[in-house]
């Protein structure tokens, strides 16, 4: 069964198009991550699908459309942008609410509250928080009482690097559990080391979307297809080399950071050894080679710019 | 009916701004009865204004409605400051439906509405059972005016609440409405067979005749109160109608 099934969404803001046929399939038990520079689109989509806003045109189901939208919603965990509490109600009392809405029993809400570390703050009004635990209770709201799904915007916003690493630790556990997570971030490195798919967007259009290697392994710039790998290669000054290793054969591009040079080749096309063959050839000693698979960084970047 | 209800509770109970909001509607209401019951009783008022068996129930209900317009504060910003925190949006992204949650907040309006009339039997009771009459309900039907009256307002400030979302906003353009604009309009409209009665807070208002003390020109009632009453529900299904529909286009 897919869990949610995206069709031609398309929103507008008077003259400015936020999403353009955006089209999108999420199977059950993935991690999905919708990927996008700032004002790309992600949490327009998100909230599109969670009904926080109306789309121009298209539609989308969950499940299947086997029940309705909002039936639907109560099987989801869902943190949206901001976290959204009355802040004159405690942790707990705001978590009752939700547990409420969602027909939830509210003994699920402690064990919410200690998977985020807010036990011993649950009874302190939400306005006393700071963001980091505003966040914190927010991940505890979108995971009370076990849901089907949990969709993630930017969940990491305003945690401490101690907080990034509990909500990555979090999402795979969850997702180990065999449940579905959607989760949208523009941080590439987050959404590499958690999820299984993948969707990009630029500018309200989806670029590419899928499992995270077929991503990965999409066609080049230069046309050819298959993975593109690069290499990190240090020695001697690094503009004689770039400008050595521009001119070998089979090499796409090269870009200098720091003392070492970046190139980029098809994958197969030039083998780590020949590289520090050509440049020994060439009288430069290679202090440095490190072969890389592309990572979603690479193909994110080729796709947006 | 009941789950929604309940979510409610669970949202107002610790709103400390609604309770005490609430209690002052319920002493201003209060207060200003049994003030004029005193200046009744041998005040400036003896002779004019009755407050015992039957007289009683119009008499409160017509006092009490000149702050109703306090309630209609409560719901505005209520129903403003879920906007603020974007509550309602997560509650819709908890679950509710768009209808549920402006359910929801109609049964606020009712409770509300209710609560205003209950006080105003109340308070009827207390102040006509001293009287020389016995207790008699032969104008009661003046209480359920009353929470007609109520429901109209109560609604009609909560539309505007959903239209304008800020509360300082929403509460400067109802009051305009309610005191400016449509005493205008009826005045205005009075000259085409007085259908300028028949205006949404003014049907409701002739119900209880001889009108608002804040109202700029009282002309008397033409219509029947079968018909001011027919006006008014007319009135109050539109706005209700509004209301759902305006919260299920828009964006949250």
């Known amino acids: 069964m897919d869990v949610l099934t995206v069709e031609r969404i398309t929103k507008r803001y008077g003259a400015v198009t936020?999403?353009?046929?955006?089209?999108?399939?999420?199977?059950?038990?993935?991690?999905?991550?919708i990927l996008g520079p700032n004002g790309s689109g992600?949490?327009?989509?998100?909230?599109?699908?969670?009904?926080?806003l109306k789309p121009s045109a298209g539609s989308y189901r969950f499940f299947d459309g086997?029940?309705?939208g909002h039936e639907a919603r109560k099987e989801m965990g869902v943190l949206l942008e901001t976290p959204n509490f009355y802040p004159y109600l405690s942790a707990r009392e705001n978590l009752t609410i939700v547990a409420r809405i969602k027909g939830r029993d509210p003994a699920g809400i402690r064990e919410a509250l200690r998977a985020v570390n807010l036990l011993e703050r649950q009874h302190a009004p939400f306005k006393t928080y700071s963001l980091g635990m505003k966040q914190r209770l927010a991940i505890a709201a979108a995971l009370l009482g076990d849901p089907r799904v949990v969709i993630l915007d930017e969940p990491t916003n305003g945690?401490?690097?101690?907080?990034?690493?509990?909500?990555?630790?979090?999402?795979?556990?969850?997702?180990?559990?065999?449940?579905?997570?959607?989760?949208?971030?523009?941080?590439?490195?987050?959404?590499?080391?958690?999820?299984?798919?993948?969707?990009?967007?630029?500018?309200?259009?989806?670029?590419?979307?899928?499992?995270i290697r077929g991503v990965l392994s999409g066609a080049g710039d230069d046309g050819a297809t298959g993975e593109i790998v690069t290499m990190e290669v240090a020695g001697g000054d690094p503009a004689t080399l770039a400008a050595a290793l521009g001119r070998l054969d089979g090499v796409l591009s090269t870009s200098v950071e720091g003392g070492a040079v970046t190139i980029s080749c098809a994958a197969g096309r030039l083998a780590p050894g020949e590289v520090n063959r050509y440049c020994f050839e060439?009288?430069?000693?290679?202090?440095?080679?490190?072969?890389?698979?592309?990572?979603?960084?690479?193909?994110?970047?080729?796709?947006t710019k | 009916m009941l789950y929604l209800a309940n979510i409610e509770f669970l949202k107002l109970r610790r709103d400390r701004s609604f309770w005490i909001l609430t209690a002052l509607f319920a002493s201003s209401v209060t207060g200003a009865n049994y003030m004029a019951a005193g200046l009744a009783a041998n005040g400036p008022l003896a002779g004019v204004v009755d407050f015992s068996f039957?007289?009683?129930?119009?008499?409160?209900?017509?006092?009490?409605?000149?702050?109703?317009?306090?309630?209609?504060?409560?719901?505005?910003?209520?129903?403003?400051?879920?906007?603020?925190?974007r509550t309602h949006r997560q509650n819709v992204i908890d679950g509710l439906s768009r209808g549920q949650y402006v359910t929801a907040k109609l049964l606020l309006v009712a409770g509300l509405s209710l609560f205003s009339t209950l006080l105003v039997v109340v308070l009827a009771f207390a102040l006509g059972l001293p009287g020389e009459r016995p207790v008699s309900f032969a104008g009661f039907e003046h209480a359920g005016y009353f929470f007609v009256q109520a429901t109209m307002y109560i609604s009609l400030a909560f539309l505007v609440a959903l239209v304008v979302k800020k509360s300082a906003l929403a509460i400067g353009l109802f009051c305009f409405y309610a005191f400016v604009i449509e005493n205008m309009l009826e005045k205005y409209l009075d000259k085409l067979h007085h259908v300028g009665q028949l205006l949404p807070l003014a049907s409701s208002d002739h119900l209880l005749a001889p009108g608002r003390l804040m109202r700029i020109a009282d002309m008397g009632t033409a219509w029947s109160p079968p018909a001011l009453l027919l006006a008014s529900v007319v009135w109050i299904g539109a706005c209700l109608l509004a209301c759902y529909y305006k919260y299920k286009k828009q964006d949250l």
């Open chain 1, 42 to 52: 992600k949490t327009t989509l998100l909230g599109i699908v969670t009904d926080a």
């Open chain 2, 54 to 85: 039957p007289s009683a129930w119009k008499v409160v209900s017509f006092i009490s409605s000149f702050l109703l317009v306090m309630p209609c504060l409560v719901i505005i910003m209520h129903a403003c400051s879920e906007h603020v925190y």
């Open chain 1, 66 to 68: 086997a029940r309705p």
């Open chain 1, 159 to 211: 945690l401490d690097p101690e907080g990034i690493a509990e909500i990555r630790e979090l999402v795979r556990r969850v997702a180990g559990e065999g449940r579905t997570i959607i989760l949208a971030s523009h941080l590439l490195d987050e959404v590499e080391k958690v999820c299984s798919h993948v969707a990009i967007l630029k500018r309200g259009r989806l670029l590419a979307a899928g499992d």
């Open chain 1, 18 to 33: 936020a999403l353009e046929e955006v089209s999108l399939v999420v199977p059950e038990g993935v991690v999905y991550g």
């Open chain 1, 282 to 303: 060439n009288d430069i000693v290679l202090e440095r080679l490190v072969a890389r698979e592309k990572n979603l960084e690479v193909k994110f970047l080729e796709l």
